[in-house]
């Protein structure tokens, strides 16, 4: 079995490191971190900021990103949006990404800034509310919206990674067609460690959101079990202790640190997009939840060569209430290679 126990937390990407406890945000989190990477050498070294939107009925999905390379000085990101599935990344009616800026576009920091393909963010209050914008005349395409916060952040205790349910309104124009946005979207920051593209040789990893309400969300990041997924077969196999990289859910005035996990996906067989979820986790409370998720629709991120990756937005089903969000998954090349696809 692959065994990621060893590894010293520091050296594991955010998004296999354990979330062991619940930390506090500050106002200064919205800002850049160059102090958290003394120590980290890996030109992998990373920080992030990344928004999402959807207009469910419409069948469309966004996903808005900038990610800082401080040890490399560059700059990646930009966005893109869809409408339905897509097999590849610039099927998106909006795909505009762009791989190797100079930081030298965060001068202000996150304050405000403006990438070179007219995507730009602006931090009206730190921890509440941004304005989002992008605008590409020849292909009419744009977007003006304003996120604002609905619950207070929820903070990794090892402070470095920190997600937050907002409200997104605006307008998105795509292809030239206009649409309202008034959404709920799950954001997230990253700071202070490495993102590697060594080979990993495990089963893929989703992370999974959702909104139902003003008073009902959820985050929670889960490898495949091979008990469910029959294409994961011999070293790929991970224990079930570590199948739970951890998560949250903030329900009616109460936030809880996510304990125990169990995910099933339901994949077409000659795909590994996810047509179906059922999650079915426990809190630190003792409370349990039982979701069911449906695609929505999906569009593949090239976001490295070593992986593969999928946003995927996914309707949830949870107590006779209905709520969306992303279903982000990565997969390696030792799954792909087993599995036999793509």
């Not at 980290?40 to 966004?62: C, K, L, R």
Request: aromatic content about 12%; glycine content about 8%.
């Amino acid at each position: 079995m692959t065994d990621m126990s060893s590894v010293p937390d520091k050296e594991l990407p955010f998004f296999l490191a354990k979330n062991t406890g619940l930390g506090t945000i500050k106002p200064e989190d919205d800002l850049l971190h160059p102090a958290s990477f003394k120590g980290v050498n890996d030109d992998s070294a990373t920080e992030t900021q990344y928004f999402g939107f959807s207009i469910p009925e419409e069948n469309i999905h966004a996903l808005t990103y900038c990610w800082w390379h401080p040890n490399l000085k560059i700059v990646t990101g930009g966005l893109f949006v869809f409408q339905g599935v897509k097999n590849i990344t610039i099927e998106a009616e909006l795909c505009d990404w762009r791989t190797f800026m100079s930081d030298k576009v965060l001068a202000k920091d996150l304050h405000e800034f403006r990438f070179e393909n007219g995507y730009g963010v602006k931090i009206i209050e730190p921890n509440n509310k941004f304005h989002l914008t992008y605008d590409n005349a020849a292909q009419k395409n744009s977007i003006d919206l304003t996120a604002e916060a609905v619950l207070p952040a929820v903070m990794f205790a090892d402070g470095n990674h920190f997600e937050q349910t907002m409200k997104m309104k605006g307008k998105l124009v795509l292809r030239g067609k206009e649409y309202k946005v008034d959404c709920y979207s799950v954001r997230d920051r990253s700071w202070g460690k490495p993102r590697p593209e060594t080979l990993m040789p495990m089963p893929p990893m989703s992370w999974m959101v959702g909104t139902f309400n003003d008073n009902f969300s959820f985050n929670c990041t889960a490898i495949d079990d091979a008990e469910y997924n029959h294409s994961i077969k011999g070293s790929l196999k991970m224990p079930k202790e570590q199948l739970l990289n951890g998560g949250w859910v903030y329900r009616d005035g109460k936030v809880g640190r996510i304990v125990k996990a169990d995910k099933r996906v339901a994949r077409h067989p000659k795909s590994v997009v996810s047509s179906g979820i059922e999650l079915h986790f426990t809190d630190e409370h003792g409370r349990e939840f039982d979701m069911r998720g449906t695609l929505v629709a999906s569009c593949p991120i090239a976001a490295w060569n070593n992986t593969w990756m999928v946003i995927n937005l996914m309707r949830w089903e949870c107590d006779g209430m209905t709520g969306y969000g992303d279903n982000q998954e990565a997969f390696w090349g030792d799954y792909m290679n087993t599995r036999g696809v793509l």
